[in-house]
């Protein structure tokens, strides 16, 4: 069975520093990965994806993540923390085959971004 | 302009009703789900549906029913037989083949007293 582990259920940084929410999965295959971001009281939104190809995925807001499968990880950053940047942040992981069903969620890291 | 539309946005119901939660989407997406949010439980999939008039249960089913009469559309029950049904409520759809990402709504804040 899929998993993923969130390093850290928060995270603080200073405006205009660099952003890393750490995402760990166990998968018996490369996985397709995902980031959501999520602000209060409002569903989650997807900010990037990793199916096949380049390894670095750029994203919206200026978000990137690199999926190294050595690590299993797939890290999120961003050069430089905005304030509009605080939210809830889901890294979530699927397989290749299968259905959507299984997708399968982190526990979330919340950011906050301290001016 | 497409989406997925969920209502209403706060519901307060009292112990021992049943109550229902809607959700449409004109993404023309075959699957729909329905999530249930806690703070600092992530999501855990309640049901999906792939085709109407076709669903299958997720990781905490119990306590909730749904329905999928049409493409658009997959309300979610919540009985009285949900023993803690206060929570933020989320519904997502997808295409059934490819990359496997979810749109979500905008969600449902239920609470029940």
């Known amino acids: 069975a899929q998993s993923v582990t969130q390093l850290g259920s928060h995270v603080s940084v200073s405006e205009g520093a660099l952003v890393l929410l750490r995402c760990n999965y166990s998968?018996?295959?490369?996985?397709?990965l995902f980031w959501y971001v999520q602000y209060p009281n409002q569903g989650l939104q997807l900010l990037l994806k990793y199916t096949t190809g380049a390894t670095l995925v750029k994203g919206i807001n200026g978000f990137e993540a690199e999926f190294k499968k050595s690590e299993t990880s797939f890290h999120l950053t961003k050069p430089s923390a905005h304030m509009s940047d605080a939210a809830e942040y889901f890294c979530a992981v699927s397989p290749p085959q299968g259905g959507s069903e299984k997708l399968v969620f982190g526990k979330g890291t919340k950011l906050t971004v301290n001016p | 302009d497409g989406g997925i539309t969920q209502s209403p946005k706060y519901l307060f119901r009292k112990e021992g009703q049943n109550v229902t939660l809607s959700c449409e989407q004109n993404l023309n997406h075959d699957a729909m789900y329905w999530y249930r949010q806690d703070p600092g439980q992530g999501l855990r999939l309640i049901y999906y549906?792939?085709?109407?008039?076709?669903?299958q249960k997720g990781d905490i089913a119990e306590g909730y029913s749904v329905s999928r009469e049409k493409k658009e559309s997959f309300p979610l029950t919540v009985t009285s037989a949900q023993k803690n049904p206060t929570a933020f409520y989320l519904c997502?759809?997808?295409?059934?083949?490819?990359?496997?990402?979810?749109?979500f709504g905008p969600g449902t804040r239920l609470t029940v007293t």
């Open positions: 997502a759809s997808s295409i059934v083949f490819g990359p496997w990402e979810q749109y």
């Open positions: 998968s018996s295959v490369p996985p397709y």
């Open positions: 549906s792939q085709i109407v008039n076709d669903f």
